[in-house]
């Protein structure tokens, strides 16, 4: 779990994260490398869930050596799927990263949503539904492993 308060806004007690596959972790089916070892050291305190519709069908490649459970979705009603993960986790423990439009509704239901502009962009229906836009899922990554970094954008 990691515990932290942003003045103005809420108290975190965050035990779950949710993340896009495609655009936010991994270009077209391939994760950052980056990814692996951060991943690995948030996997310490959080229960990492990797949601996607495996667009590039590469997933099953890489998901032995992600330290999260990896779920492949159907491809309609995602923007729903995706939200009701998030949902059963609980919301108010979980932060979402992402960056399509179909990441819209989990990202505005976590507790905290992160939208990153990585190599595919970002849909505007995400940024606008997001607590924190970052500008890649390295970064993206780090404020949770920093969470003053977050307290420091959201403080009221």
């Not at 799927?81 to 986790?89: G, H, P, S, T």
Request: hydrophobic share 45%.
């Amino acid at each position: 779990m990691i515990e932290f308060s942003v003045p103005g806004l809420a108290e975190f007690k965050i035990e779950n994260l949710v993340l896009d596959y495609n655009g936010t972790i991994a270009y077209e089916g391939v994760p950052f490398d980056e990814v692996y070892a951060l991943l690995k050291e948030l996997s310490k305190s959080l229960k990492i869930y990797i949601l996607t519709a495996d667009t590039f069908g590469k997933v099953n490649n890489f998901k032995e050596k992600l330290p999260a459970e990896v779920h492949i979705l159907p491809p309609d009603d995602q923007i729903k799927l995706k939200a009701d993960f998030v949902k059963i986790l609980g919301p108010e423990k979980t932060i979402a990263i992402g960056n399509g439009v179909n990441d819209s509704k989990m990202l505005n239901d976590s507790a905290i949503g992160i939208v990153v502009i990585e190599k595919e962009g970002a849909a505007f229906k995400a940024i606008e539904n997001a607590d924190i836009v970052s500008n890649s899922i390295v970064d993206a990554l780090k404020l949770i492993l920093n969470p003053n970094l977050i307290v420091a954008t959201l403080r009221r």
